[in-house]
């Protein structure tokens, strides 16, 4: 156990050692030190009439001259880091011989010299001895009494750690939230609902023999409202919230976290009816036996296989609700979310159009707003983003009205904060203007074909202005939100994401490499339609690949990296891809050819003016969406 926590322990030792050095010079200041000189300038100092007093003791004769006189210094003299040259005598002392006459005293008496019997030192104060005798002693007492109180306050931190570190909140909590405060995710909303009745009035229930769900997962992506969800529950059921995060379970001491599960529960039983809430349930709730060098003894199953154990011992009477967050439930042990512990599996998902536009009333309640905020409009802007992005998009905007010394925020405000969070924050990068050209024809070929092309998205905003690693940006938006694309939507995407391409050649003959992103997108799309979507006639409704990603969704039916088709199938498919991208090039060079005067003048004017919305390019270029 390390008892020195940093430079502290010296700097009060230090400070300890200079006071008392201070009390004991400053306010108990030592006696001049008498020196010591020869008996024969001691009687030729008397007969030149400049001793005041002398006094004796035994063989030793101590006096005071009336003016100082100077000696030469030597090695036997009072000396210090500063004494250098001769010594100025005040204070004398000097040993009388054995061998002197008897007539000293009469000699004093002739020049008037007083005689005591006492020293001409003052005693020593008895606090000062008390200081010079003990100091030492007190500092060293007051130095191991420091060091025993760390000592024991670092023990009784070990003894701790078996307590949980849950927060604690109640009915009387400043930050309470309720279902008023949460929006967008009504149909999760609803599911809780009968969680929060039954602890305002569990006789309604127990009455006919049922009982509350003794866990409720909360399943949603990150973002969602999961973590608000569950404190507008305690909110509304006014009990004790006792809030941790699993991570929180785990320590590098074996059984800690265990006891943590224990004393959380315990907290919980106390103070019941109350709600339990352990957010990324999966940092502890991992299936057992899955992890390398994992086993019965390691610290998170510990901890798993106690908290197993009081969920299986509640009692149905005991009014206590375990709520868990996670967004990998894929991952979770079987054990955990069988019958009797988590019964409830409520899925918080994204918000749509209209559940946006209510997160966005919540956020903006202490906003000032400008007239031409349209939070509909807002809403049909960003899809896809939850709530948490639009808490962000809001406080964004709110900067950025401040930072323009703006009164209230604006439907511009809204815009750029948007823009700035997709893409982000817009860079002052220097273009030449042949590159700033180029990058002009090419977001002009990505804004035709989104208008030209049957069922495209409208174009909400056409930019040159460079954010993140985009030279520029041509946002498109969709009308509504979408849970379900055709074919031909699809195909519709792929030839516009070519449309910048197909600028450049169009007009200079060759290509770049700013078109790196485009082309993903589109082998990416194309891919998914021949190998998930089976939208090839050639392959048929055969799915080659399944869902990217892991979260929320159920483990590969196959190993990573293995294929579940044959080479020949593999060949196919390549070939469906490239046919689908082949085509969808040549309509995107067609159309732009159609409308190259377009292309010209929607090019011109952002050369201009950098930053096009949708009425200005449809003025521009005279044309409507299809």
């Not at 880091?81 to 000097?94: D, I, R, Y």
């Not at 785990?250 to 709600?275: C, H, K, N, T, Y």
């Not at 918000?351 to 939070?375: C, M, Q, S, W, Y």
């Not at 699809?490 to 082309?519: P, S």
Request: without cysteine.
């Amino acid at each position: 156990m390390t008892l020195n926590r940093g430079p502290n322990v010296w700097v009060i030792i230090g400070a300890l050692l200079l006071l008392n050095f201070l009390i004991v010079n400053v306010f108990f200041p030592g006696q001049p030190q008498l020196v010591e000189v020869p008996y024969t300038l001691f009687r030729d100092q008397v007969e030149a009439g400049n001793v005041v007093r002398v006094a004796t003791r035994s063989d030793v004769l101590q006096g005071e001259f009336a003016e100082p006189v100077t000696l030469p210094r030597d090695e036997t003299m009072p000396s210090g880091p500063f004494a250098s040259g001769p010594l100025e005598v005040t204070g004398f002392s000097t040993t009388i011989p054995a061998f002197v006459d008897p007539g000293l005293e009469s000699l004093l008496l002739e020049y008037d010299v007083e005689i005591n019997a006492e020293s001409l030192e003052t005693p020593r104060n008895p606090l000062l001895t008390l200081l010079l005798s003990f100091g030492p002693t007190i500092l060293l007492i007051a130095l191991f009494w420091f060091m025993l109180s760390r000592m024991r306050g670092n023990m009784g931190g070990a003894m701790q750690m078996g307590q949980s570190k849950a927060k604690r909140f109640d009915d009387s909590a400043e930050d309470r939230v309720t279902f008023d405060d949460v929006a967008g995710i009504d149909e999760a909303e609803a599911e809780l609902a009968e969680i929060v009745d039954f602890l305002k009035n569990p006789e309604k229930y127990t009455r006919l023999g049922g009982f509350v769900p003794r866990g409720v997962l909360l399943v949603g992506a990150p973002g969602t409202g999961k973590t608000l969800l569950a404190k507008a529950v305690a909110g509304e059921s006014g009990v004790p919230f006792f809030s941790m995060n699993a991570s929180e379970f785990v320590e590098m001491i074996v059984g800690v976290g265990a006891s943590r599960v224990r004393d959380l529960f315990r907290q919980a039983r106390e103070a019941a009816p109350s709600i339990i809430f352990i957010d990324e349930l999966d940092a502890i709730g991992r299936a057992r036996g899955q992890a390398q060098f994992s086993g019965s003894n390691s610290e998170q199953e510990q901890a798993l296989n106690q908290m197993l154990t009081e969920m299986d011992g509640f009692s149905t009477t005991e009014n206590v609700i375990v709520l868990a967050a996670t967004n990998r439930p894929d991952v979770l042990d079987p054990a955990l979310l069988r019958a009797g512990r988590f019964d409830r599996r409520v899925t918080v998902q994204p918000p749509d159009k209209f559940g946006r536009e209510k997160i966005l009333e919540v956020h903006t309640r202490n906003v000032p707003l400008a007239d031409d905020v349209d939070l509909a409009e807002v809403a049909s802007t960003t899809p896809g983003l939850v709530g948490a992005d639009l808490r962000n998009l809001v406080n964004e905007a709110a900067l950025l009205a401040a930072g323009q010394s703006a009164d209230k925020v604006s439907m511009r405000h809204f815009l750029d904060a948007f823009e700035k969070i997709i893409l982000g924050p817009a860079r002052s990068l220097y273009l030449n203007p042949e590159d700033r050209e180029r990058v002009a024809y090419h977001e002009a070929g990505h804004a035709i074909l989104g208008i030209v092309v049957p069922g495209a998205d409208p174009v909400s905003r056409v930019t040159i202005t460079p954010r993140g690693q985009a030279l520029g940006v041509t946002w498109q938006r969709p009308e509504e939100d979408r849970y379900n694309y055709s074919e031909d939507y699809l195909k519709g995407r792929i030839i516009g994401a070519l449309g910048g391409r197909a600028a450049e050649e169009l007009i200079y003959g060759d290509r770049t490499t700013g078109a790196e992103n485009d082309i993903q997108q589109v082998t990416r799309m194309a891919r998914g339609m021949v190998m998930r979507w089976g939208m090839s006639e050639k392959i048929g409704p055969v799915a080659l690949e399944e869902s990217g990603g892991n979260f929320l969704g159920s483990q590969p039916s196959y190993p990573p990296g293995a294929k579940p088709y044959s080479e020949a199938t593999a060949s196919l498919a390549d070939a469906e891809v490239h046919r689908i991208v082949s085509e969808s090039w040549q309509q995107a060079v067609e159309l732009l050819s159609k409308y190259r005067n377009e292309l010209e003048a929607l090019t011109r004017a952002l050369l201009e003016q950098e930053t096009l919305d949708e009425q200005d390019v449809l003025e521009i270029t005279g044309l409507q969406h299809v």
